[in-house]
């Protein structure tokens, strides 16, 4: 019997990221070499919110870095959409967010979202229209013309936030992105991001060393290993959204923090 069409969309599609095997070093001052990843192998399905919780040094930045083609791995694949990564940063299907916000001090909220765009065809009027829905969508439409210092540091992380969604991305790398946030703050952005990935459907793949963001956003949850970063542990994250202090996501945390203390005492954040 012929599968309805709904089953037989193409491998490709249904993984945003897969990472086979990807083993990286770097060399080190000394000569040697820095073993930073070992045979790391998970996916990210397309539209999940998959995030990455590790130690300090562990290469979950080297991980992303890889993703958006950036670095190659030394061994393995990875895959984007599902084409292996080629070093040349197609950014109109991936988003990236960083730990700091990167906003140019010299360029107003609206001109620091438009900089995404910057390197497509797209003229100065859509450039505009499009960088002040993405300002809208993430709450700050009446703040285009403000400049970084004017803003707070909520704020400047949804410019961050609206520059990184301004390409409409398949996939969306956030690299630790609210870890300078205070703890209000950082809540009210995670509440934005899950409305903004309900809307969108992008994949997402969140780098953090915090168990409980990890809890409060993920779908699925790759836990690893200190230096070098191998997948320790992976799980599924079954419980319905707002999981801000409720009683089965403060358990997972718990449990989370549990096997991290029975992995090593070299968890540091
Ligand atoms: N280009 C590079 N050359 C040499 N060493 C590097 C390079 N990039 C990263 N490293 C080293 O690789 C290790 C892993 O770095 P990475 O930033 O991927 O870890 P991480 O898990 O993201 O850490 P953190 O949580 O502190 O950001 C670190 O010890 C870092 O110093």
Redesign the pocket.
């Known amino acids: 019997m012929t599968p309805p069409a709904a089953h037989v969309a193409h491998p490709d599609q249904r993984q945003a990221l897969a990472f086979r095997h990807v083993s990286k070093q770097?060399?080190r001052g000394d000569g040697g070499a820095?073993e930073?990843l070992r045979d790391v192998s998970f996916d990210v399905p397309a539209g999940s919110v998959v995030s990455i919780l590790?130690?300090?040094?562990?290469?979950?930045?080297?991980?992303l870095n890889m993703a958006a083609g950036l670095l190659a791995p030394d061994q393995g694949r990875v895959l984007v959409l599902g084409h292996e990564t080629t070093g040349t940063v197609d950014w109109s299907r991936l988003g990236y967010m960083f730990q700091d916000d990167r906003l140019l001090p010299w360029r107003t909220a609206i001109d620091n979202v438009g900089l995404a765009l910057e390197t497509g065809s797209i003229g100065r009027r859509e450039k505009r229209e499009r960088s002040q829905a993405q300002l809208s969508l993430v709450g700050l439409g009446d703040f285009a013309s403000a400049y970084p210092h004017q803003l707070s540091g909520g704020m400047r992380s949804r410019v961050a936030l609206a520059r990184s969604l301004v390409t409409e991305p398949d996939i969306l790398l956030m690299d630790?992105p609210f870890s300078r946030l205070d703890a209000q703050t950082r809540t009210t952005m995670h509440t934005e991001l899950l409305r903004i990935h309900r809307e969108r459907g992008m994949s997402i793949v969140f780098?953090t060393?915090d168990v409980e963001e990890a809890v409060i956003l993920a779908d699925h949850i790759v836990m690893f290993s200190p230096?070098p970063?191998r997948v320790h542990t992976e799980l599924a994250v079954e419980l319905p959204h707002p999981r801000l202090g409720t009683p089965d996501a403060l358990s997972l945390v718990a449990e989370l923090r549990a096997a991290i203390a029975g992995m090593s005492a070299d968890w540091v954040i």
Request: hydrophobic share 25%; charged share 15%; glycine share 22%.
């Open positions: 770097f060399p820095l930073v590790g130690p300090s040094g562990s290469g979950k930045s080297t991980l630790e780098v060393h230096r970063g």
